[in-house]
């Protein structure tokens, strides 16, 4: 059964580079790992997906080791508008890739 | 414009008395699914379709039903609610071709309290 685990909050000041680890020790190898970002009252947007290495797109980077038993969300530059609460999610595994187990979030809170 | 809608956004209700929330998209996606979001256990995931008459079971399935008879289509029901299921519902559709990494599309959410 593939569980994340994340921080539960980090803190951060508007300009700053933040990272947000997730460990998803049980990941099987058709799991790729994706990361949402929610707003209060919203439902969670997409931001990042990736299987392995590096990815980056126009708004964060996602670095994932080799052994992919952890993923790291990287945003540069916050601003406060990036206020949010961040979840990891990877699939079932091999034979439930079909179901989705989101980690229970990182508030990151942007300070100005 | 492409999205899930939820309806109601907020209810209220007793302990016993049936709902039906209402999911729909218009994106013309295949796979359809139902979580719930509690403080501290983040989203976990009650039920999901594949396609028209073919769902199953997620995470927490316990005091839920759920039909696909519609592809735009997916009501998430509580025969007899009970107050463990206050929480807030979100609904979320992707295309389904490559579930595992296909981006999910999520509805506003629907704040239930059951009393």
């Known amino acids: 059964l593939a569980k994340t685990t994340q921080p539960i909050s980090m803190d951060s000041y508007e300009g700053q580079e933040v990272n947000i680890t997730c460990s998803h020790n049980n990941i099987a190898t058709n799991d790729y790992i994706t990361w949402y970002q929610q707003f209060p009252s919203q439902g969670p947007r997409f931001i990042i997906q990736g299987y392995k290495t590096k990815v980056t797109n126009e708004v964060a980077s996602l670095f994932i080791p080799a052994d992919r038993k952890s993923s790291t969300l990287s945003l540069p530059r916050v601003s406060l508008s990036d206020t949010a609460v961040y979840y990891c999610?990877?699939?079932?595994?091999?034979?439930?890739?079909?179901?989705?187990?989101f980690g229970s979030g990182t508030k990151l809170n942007v300070k100005p | 414009e492409a999205q899930v809608t939820q309806n109601p956004r907020y209810l209220i209700t007793v302990t016993g008395k049936k709902l039906t929330v209402t999911c729909s998209q218009n994106m013309n996606h295949e796979y359809m699914s139902w979580y719930r979001q509690d403080p501290g256990l983040g989203l976990r995931q009650i039920y999901y379709?594949?396609?028209?008459?073919?769902?199953d079971k997620g995470d927490v399935p316990e005091g839920y039903k759920v039909s696909r008879k519609e592809k735009r289509n997916f009501p998430l029901i509580l025969e007899s609610p009970s107050p463990n299921q206050t929480s807030l519902y979100f609904c979320?559709?992707?295309?389904?071709?490559?579930?595992?990494?296909?981006?999910?599309?999520f509805g506003p959410g629907t704040r239930l309290t059951v009393l």
């Open positions: 379709s594949m396609n028209v008459e073919v769902t």
């Open positions: 979320a559709s992707s295309w389904g071709t490559e579930p595992s990494t296909d981006t999910q599309y």
């Open positions: 999610l990877v699939g079932g595994g091999l034979y439930n890739f079909n179901k989705f187990y």
